[in-house]
C-alpha cells in the first residue's frame, strides 16, 4: 500500500513558476514509477509527466514540454514536477500517482493515486 499526498498548489499568474510535490508513504517507493496527471472541470484526467522508479526516464505530454519538469528524490521519498511559464490553459487539479509496473501515460497502468493539489493560473 502507497499513500500520497500532494502539495503545492495554489493561485499564480500566467507566466509564473510553481513546484508541486507529492510525498508517499511506505520503504519501498524507488519500485514504483511516478507520474502526475491533471483533471480540468468538465474534462478528462489527462498525464502530465512520468518518471522511472529509479528517475533515469522521463515523459511530458507535448502541452508542457519545455515548461515542466517531473524529478524524483527516493531518499524523501518525495516527486515533484517544477511548471514553468505557466498558461490559464495549465489551470486545474494535480493528481500524483504510482505505478508497479513501468511508467506510462495511461491512467490505468497506476495503482495508487493521492487526493490532488488545485493550480489556478491567472490570465
Known amino acids: 500500500q502507497v499513500h500520497l499526498v500532494e502539495s503545492g498548489g495554489t493561485l499564480v499568474q500566467a507566466g509564473g513558476s510553481l513546484r508541486l510535490s507529492c510525498a508517499a508513504s511506505?520503504?519501498?517507493?524507488?519500485?514504483?514509477?511516478m507520474g502526475w496527471f491533471r483533471q480540468a472541470p468538465g474534462k478528462e484526467r489527462d498525464f502530465v509527466a512520468g518518471?522511472?522508479?529509479?528517475?533515469?526516464?522521463?515523459y511530458n505530454a507535448d502541452s508542457v514540454k519545455g515548461r515542466f519538469t517531473i524529478s524524483r528524490d527516493n531518499a524523501k521519498n518525495t516527486v515533484y514536477l517544477q511548471m514553468n511559464s505557466l498558461k490559464p490553459e495549465d489551470t486545474a487539479v494535480y493528481y500524483c500517482?504510482?505505478?508497479?509496473?513501468?511508467?506510462?501515460?495511461?491512467?490505468?497502468?497506476?495503482?495508487?493515486w493521492g487526493q490532488g493539489t488545485q493550480v489556478t493560473v491567472s490570465s
Open positions: 518518471i522511472s522508479g529509479n528517475g533515469f526516464r522521463t
Open positions: 511506505g520503504r519501498t517507493f524507488s519500485s514504483y514509477a
Open positions: 500517482a504510482a505505478s508497479s509496473r513501468d511508467v506510462s501515460r495511461i491512467k490505468r497502468a497506476y495503482d495508487y
